[in-house]
């Protein structure tokens, strides 16, 4: 851990430097470019909100209902739950054709499964899908 | 893979109860929704039958399929929760839902899913409990962490629920459960981080595996910042120093009920974890003249680690007690009490396994003791949970000040001794549980010639009486208080009878003291061939 | 695929040999990770301890779980093993859940009280 900041390391990360400053100085480049280069015509109309075209309504510093939460946390069950079907699915190609484990290996992702099932017949009780 | 599903009948039990709870609690039928408690008892019967009867202990654990350190600890760990979780369950009854219910059945409301909380409540108490029995059962620090979440997440929800109708008991526990959330979501991230650098240290998860590299290759700069973390972190489920300003006001802003269970459960789960890190890094067993010993005698931590357990359980035992004198509130002088019974377990700790022999055997003291605190200590939060008085909005609410408990034992005899008995274990007064319990502490902590920490435990054993006599007094000798007709006994008779149950244990046990310190002896054994010697698979991470 | 494989450097040999069987990270290449996980660590404790936004903290409270997560995927290519991996895997979920339930109690708090501010919970004191 002497050469805890060796520079023949960090070299390796030159090309993303490089990328990362390209990018920037593209965004950055192309915001001074339009200030110069672009007609500037004000109105009331130009500066309001852009809401498909449509006269916007309202403010946006609405709270919105907490039913979206609800929604929110329903989802997130579905969503974390993926994250474990990868490590699966890239594992389970790899047993031979015809092994035994493989109904034991099925059965327990199945099982897994199931549990969000659970999750999903809580939230349907608890009345998370009734929208009215 | 079936020799691995033997450690989890238990917790396969209360997770099929937890799902049936879950989804039975949100019926518009009251007879069903009632059934959720009766569901939940018979998941908690169900775990303890199956921990006894399938759990493998002693030689039957293998490398491959448990952990070897403490082969034995599982076994009693899981039967005694299943034990205090059911008298724990018995004063849940009435915690929640309680306004809701009752005018549902005047009619005045009708039965609305999103409102009720009894579900979620009943559901997350098994899930709590079942991650306490995972923990019993780790043998991996990735099983240890998801464990450790499972147990601590299901009570912030408990505690923020727990507060019942009345506005201001409801703030409280709400504000209690946000100081309860945000401490632990800090002590999780620092155990965390001490896992993963065990982890870089060692190369493996493994806990046989950890031991063996820690063992044999030495405990490196890294394992030992690890530990440290990782020790520092469980201090929050202990309720230990660095970590312990949210006890008092968790304890008191919870409903007693949930503080009961908080009392109990986050702490076995961190003690057990502690055990089963410390028994990783040190204690390597070798075969001595009294079956087995620790080679080189005494405690074999790490001398950085053992230091942190030294300050930790003296600051520990000191804060609590010295806190817990100037409290006028029941709640904070059992929370005090609480943050000085993990000191006081710390010292077995400290001293680690010694000959094997139970007097000498501290890790042997620690579990003895972590089931007798569990029984004591529903005893005095059910006597809480058992009597209530009208806040300022009409609401009831259970009793919090010193004062209404004057002259218990006169009023209301059913709750009074209960708690007489149970504050006098709690000090450790012979003959009664409390005092079989504290003894091996001080055995086996003078055995490891630990004399100054001995010390230390006795003078605030001697500081304890004072608050715990005042319990004492206050429900014994006292005359009730003129207004004591307003603190009546709550509709819910449960709480009754678990107080009266566990003040009747911490009588009765007394008797069979003798069995019950030998299943502890037996649960902190090694196995019969030293652990160090045991087969580790050669790759746990594939 | 084999129009990608046609530009050099994008997919040849080398580079698929490379990630079919790895080499093992060297221990100074490591400290490099191990800096970045423990500077996520210490911003995210001392965010903790000075912030005194409810959201504010719980996502110091991420951040250090993440440095955790970080540390655990450059150890786990230093040992050249997956047991890291699977670790972090676990860790994400466990924020999961511990991020919905900050989110319920904050929802919760700020019905309430109308406010985020931590100094405004401490009712209980003694």
Redesign the interface.
Known sequence: ?S??L?TS??SSYLPIFLVTLMAAGFAIANFFITMILGPKRDGKVKGETYESGMVPMGTARKRFN?RF?LIA?VF?VF??EI??LY?WATTFPNLAHGDSNAI?WLSRIFFFLLTTV?AY??GY???VFKFD | ?MDRLAYLWPEIALFIAA?VV??VG??PSVATRKFAAVVAGLGVVAAGILAWTTTPSGNAVTASSGQVLLPGLALYAKVGIAIVALLLLLLKPGTVDRAEEAAIALGVQKFD??RTNR?EFFSFFLFSVMGLMLVAGADDLIWLFLALELTSLPTYIMVAISGGAGREPAARAQEASVKYFFLGALGAAVFLYGFAMLYGATGSTNLNAIHLSLTTGGVSGLALAGLLMSVLGICFKIAAVPMHFYTPDVYQGASPSVAGFLAFVPKTAGFLSLLLLASAVGWTWAPGENGLTVSGGGTSLPEPLRILFWVIAALTMTIGNVLALQQKSVRRILAYSSIAHSGYMLVGLIAGPGDGSFTKNGVAAVLFYLFCYGVMNVGTFAVLSGLERKTRDGQMSEIDSIEDIRGLCATHPRLGWPMAICSLSLLGFPPLLGFWAKLPLFTSAISAGEIILVIVLGLNSAIAAFYYLRLFGAVFLEKPEAGAGEVTASPFVSRRVAAMVSAALVVALVVVVGQLTDASRKAAAPKAEPAASATIPASMNH | MNMLASIPGVLDAAVLAQASAPAPM????L??YM?ISAALFAIGLIGFLTRRNLIIMFLCTELMFQAAGVALIAFSRFHMNMTGQ?FV?FI??VA??E??MA??LV?LLFRRRESLNAEEFSEMKG
Not at chain 3, 26 to 29: D, F, K, L, T
């Open positions: 851990m050469n805890f060796a390391d960090l907490v939460y946390m997130l969503d974390v994250i474990f490590p034991i659970v017949v809580y009780r608890k009345g | 893979m799902c879950m989804v949100i019926s899913a999103l579900a | 060297a221990q100074s290449q400290a490099h800096f699977t895997i994400l979920t999961a859940a991020a919905a989110l319920a929802v």
